[in-house]
């Protein structure tokens, strides 16, 4: 597993439930750290596990727990690099939505050995999707998760009101329904596509 995704959790957790519960949950897993490198590689059971004994020491699904890592992704200030990324994907969340084919090749621009999934975005309506999330590739059963927690932070941030609905996975594949309810429901974030000169 990339160690960019460990240290994405390591972030969550430190700054969702504090330095103590990380330190404890180190020790408890028996890492022999208490830091993951982002750049180096780790082996894919060790990232199950940390997941696996957050959900104890939380009691939480793993699911919920992929989800909230998701949303603090693009929601935490500590992550807003990659929540301007994204919203370079377009102006309105309908855009969003369908430049997400291409965000796997994107995000190999700037991490050439970091595996996601690839996304593939079937629109049946105006106002229904379905999000096929092809997560047998970033090797982390129930990576769909973190994709509904990133939509729906998303939907926040461009201001559309969103119904989400993890479907389910199988053989690899995990299936997010997509109902796009209003495009303009609140103001949403601030956002600019260019630096303001001072």
């Known amino acids: 597993m990339h160690g960019s995704i460990n240290r994405a959790i390591e972030r969550f957790v430190r700054d969702t439930y504090g330095r103590d519960v990380w330190i404890e949950l180190t020790k408890k897993l028996q890492l022999g750290f208490v830091e993951f490198e982002p750049m180096l590689n780790y082996e894919d059971d060790l990232t199950i596990r940390l997941l696996d004994e957050l959900s104890r020491e939380l009691s939480q699904s793993r699911a919920d727990i992929l989800e909230d890592i998701g949303t603090y992704l693009m929601s935490h200030a500590n992550f807003e690099p990659l929540r301007r990324l994204l919203r370079f994907s377009g102006v309105t969340f309908l855009d969003f939505l369908h430049s997400l084919d291409d965000l796997q090749a994107r995000t190999r621009l700037a991490l050439a050995d970091l595996e996601l999934p690839m996304l ?7 106002d229904f999707f379905c999000l096929t999330v092809h997560s047998e590739q ?24 969103v119904f989400l609905q993890h ?32």
């Open 138 to 161: 970033a090797r982390l059963p129930g990576f769909g998760h973190v994709v509904t927690g990133l939509l729906r932070a998303m939907a926040d941030d461009y201001g559309a009101l």
């Open 167 to 198: 479907k389910g996975g199988r053989d690899g594949r995990e299936i997010i329904e997509v109902r796009l309810l209003e495009t303009a429901y609140a103001s949403g974030r601030e956002f600019e596509l260019g630096a303001r000169a001072g």
């Open 120 to 126: 593939e975005l079937r629109e049946f309506a105006t």
